[in-house]
């Protein structure tokens, strides 16, 4: 039977898919269901990829020998289900871009911080002269990266969509930063499916891999007592653990044992501050001991990494008020640590798109750190029902520049302003970088 790939959607990871198996002369057709951006439209046609937009011809979906689904198709929809029905293979752009490359994967996932540790791993390879690419939920889609590219190394940040359609995709170093409720809303609100999609990370890894993984994380801990996996482990934790190869904290110093080697760098020298950051430097630190990097290139990365945007970025002090984007903080534990790292009475501007929000554990925070509430979302009813009880000001917006002139009204000098939302951006804006430009335009005209 002649091959035929099917991509279903049309945005980064799907025309990236397309493209990819146009090059390596695949017989393939893209279907999206809405309208298809001008810049992947381009692509597809002057490669002359078939492709279709505004529709799902079901026959010819369902005439696939494969199909490859990006992160942003519901999973749950009558299409799915009649491919499923007819026992078509589905994988994910991650599976089949795997199939074409021979460099070594080293895969970052989890519910925070995976950019952050993604691109911090990135940066120390890249200064150590290591032939390293970047890909994955960051940026440019894994098939686009390595249709034009040949890396040794490729570092891949990794949600739990991109991982649930995997067969054979295999890391030869996973990294779980950690795992909290999160898109619950994708999985019937069974935080277990959510779970089980993350450890697809591992389920192909032998023991010639690596699991790099939060050893503080309970739910990290309980699911690696119940599943069989065959990779090495090594945890970072902020208290030393018993193991062979480890990463811990030890009288303000990361320190790192791994095969006999030992690596230690001060917590004032690393240029990202705050507890995540730390577990995120330190599974970056214990990436580059497991390659071998030298330890002055490590530690002066690690030292000299620019932060990300939209990730507790200082965007301006005005009339001695800072004002933060962490506009990419969608989930509350995202959020609990941008909370957490507050030193000065916050305005705190959430909201959003609800993904099934439990917000009891931020209460503490919130009445410690929390001055007042912006609400900013088209629905703000489980925000309000939530806070409250703990704090007498809280204001509803629908727009960035309502939010950002009521904080401006209410924050005094040597307080904070901080955009950390808890939810999607769908309702108001594009994504979240659109929430965070936003955010960073209407700060600047103040």
Not at 118 to 129: D, P
Not at 149 to 154: A, G, K, L, P, W
Not at 170 to 177: D, M
Request: proline share 2%; glycine share 4%; charged share 25%.
């Amino acid at each position: 039977m002649k091959e035929n790939l099917i991509v279903l959607g049309g945005g980064e990871s799907g025309v990236g898919a397309a493209y990819l198996a146009y090059q390596r002369g695949i017989n393939v057709f893209l279907s999206e269901k809405n309208i298809i951006q001008s810049k992947y439209k381009k692509i597809l046609i002057e490669n002359n990829i078939k492709f279709e937009e505004g529709i799902h011809s079901i026959d010819k979906v369902l005439n696939a020998t494969e199909i490859i689904i990006s992160p942003g198709v519901p999973n749950n929809t009558d299409l799915i289900h009649n491919i499923s029905k007819k026992n078509i293979p589905i994988i994910s752009e991650i599976e089949f871009a795997s199939r074409f490359t021979k460099s070594k994967i080293i895969g970052v996932t989890g519910s925070n911080g995976k950019t952050t540790t993604t691109s911090l791993i990135y940066h120390v390879l890249k200064s150590a002269g290591i032939n390293v690419g970047i890909a994955g939920n960051i940026g440019i889609s894994f098939a686009f990266l390595i249709a034009e590219n040949d890396f040794d190394y490729i570092v891949l940040e990794l949600s739990s969509f991109q991982l649930e359609c995997i067969s054979k995709f295999k890391p030869t170093i996973a990294v779980i930063t950690n795992i909290s409720r999160d898109h619950l809303e994708r999985y019937n609100y069974n935080y277990q499916k959510y779970i089980d999609a993350k450890f697809n990370i591992v389920s192909n890894q032998d023991s010639s891999d690596y699991l790099i993984y939060n050893g503080d994380d309970d739910v990290i801990k309980k699911e690696l007592k119940i599943r069989k996996i065959d990779s090495n482990k090594i945890p970072f934790s902020f208290s030393k653990a018993n193991f062979i190869n480890k990463t811990y904290i030890n009288n303000n110093n990361i320190q790192s044992e791994i095969n006999k080697n030992k690596f230690m760098i001060s917590l004032e020298s690393l240029s990202l501050k705050g507890k995540h950051n730390t577990q995120n430097n330190m599974a970056a630190a214990t990436v580059a001991q497991l390659l071998n990097i030298k330890d002055e290139d490590i530690k002066e990365s690690l030292s000299n990494f620019q932060s990300i945007n939209h990730r507790m970025e200082h965007v301006l002090t005005i009339q001695k008020v800072k004002y933060i984007n962490d506009s990419k903080a969608t989930n509350v534990n995202a959020v609990y640590y941008a909370l957490d790292s507050m030193n000065s009475p916050t305005v705190w501007i959430v909201g959003g798109v609800d993904k099934g929000n439990n917000y009891e554990e931020l209460f503490p925070l919130v009445r410690e750190k929390v001055k007042a509430i912006i609400c900013l979302g088209l629905d703000n009813k489980k925000i309000i029902d939530a806070f409250s009880s703990i704090l007498d000001t809280i204001i509803e917006s629908t727009s960035m520049i309502e939010a950002v002139n009521y904080a401006y009204k209410i924050a005094k000098p040597n307080e904070t302003v901080l955009l950390s939302p808890a939810c999607s951006s769908f309702d108001l804006f594009e994504n979240f970088e659109d929430r965070g430009n936003q955010f960073k335009e209407y700060v600047r005209k103040l």
